[in-house]
T-cell receptor, first 109, second 115 residues
Framework: GQNIDQPTEMTATEGAIVQINCTYQ??????LFWYQQHAGEAPTFLSY??LDGLEEKGRFSSFLSRSKGYSYLLLKELQMKDSASYLC??????????WGAGTKLIIKP | EAQVTQNPRYLITVTGKKLTVTCSQN?????MSWYRQDPGLGLRQIYY???????DKGDVPEGYKVSRKEKRNFPLILESPSPNQTSLYFC??????????????FGPGTRLTVT
């Protein structure tokens, strides 16, 4: 079966750095997405990786290793507004998105 | 403004009373999808549509129907709702599958409670 694993919850301090990991086992691979979802709101797109390596976008970076079935989202200079759930999703061989359950990130002052 | 809209945003209904949740996008997207989101389970796909008149089952299609008569609209129909369909529902769209980098744009969500 297809499976995506993320930690359920993480806590970090305002101004610090946090890394959210995602491991996947899917039928084929056509890219990995990270989305941010604030409580009760819709997910919004953060990043896309299809090749190995690091993609940087401001305070957010996303890394992919296809051979290890592994990705992480790195958030720097954490702000209170970064408190949200972070969803990892993989596009499989049928171009359908397989979603992880999400990681709830709690930022403390 | 480019967006995906859903109606209603909140709905409380009773078991067995047919309901429809509408979804519309104004971005001329080919691909549309319905998800439900339950605590601890993440997003699970109900149905998706690659284009007009083309629909396919997702992971949890039982108890749901969809149609895609026009490109912009993709309504979700619950013919006989049951309490286990109480959930947060999201409609999403994307330009298509030709480019794997196309992300999905989500509607604001519909919180459905079936008593």
């Amino acid at each position: 079966g297809q499976n995506i694993d993320q930690p359920t919850e993480m806590t970090a301090t305002e101004g610090a750095i946090v890394q959210i990991n995602c491991t996947y086992q899917t039928s084929g691979f056509n890219g990995l997405f990270w989305y941010q979802q604030h409580a009760g709101e819709a997910p919004t797109f953060l990043s896309y990786n299809v090749l190995d390596g690091l993609e940087e976008k401001g305070r957010f970076s996303s890394f992919l290793s296809r051979s290890k079935g592994y990705s992480y989202l790195l958030l720097k200079e954490l702000q209170m507004k970064d408190s949200a759930s972070y969803l990892c999703a993989v596009k499989d061989s049928n171009y359908q998105l397989i979603w992880g359950a999400g990681t709830k990130l709690i930022i403390k002052p | 403004e480019a967006q995906v809209t859903q109606n209603p945003r909140y709905l409380i209904t009773v078991t067995g009373k047919k309901l429809t949740v509408t979804c519309s996008q104004n971005m001329n997207h080919e691909y549309m999808s319905w998800y439900r989101q339950d605590p601890g389970l993440g997003l699970r796909q109900i149905y998706y549509s690659m284009n007009v008149e083309v629909t396919d089952k997702g992971d949890v299609p039982e108890g749901y129907k969809v149609s895609r008569k026009e490109k912009r609209n993709f309504p979700l129909i619950l013919e006989s709702p049951s309490p286990n369909q109480t959930s947060l529902y999201f409609c999403a769209s994307s330009p298509g599958t030709g480019d794997t980098s196309f992300e999905q744009y989500f509607g604001p969500g519909t919180r459905l409670t079936v008593t």
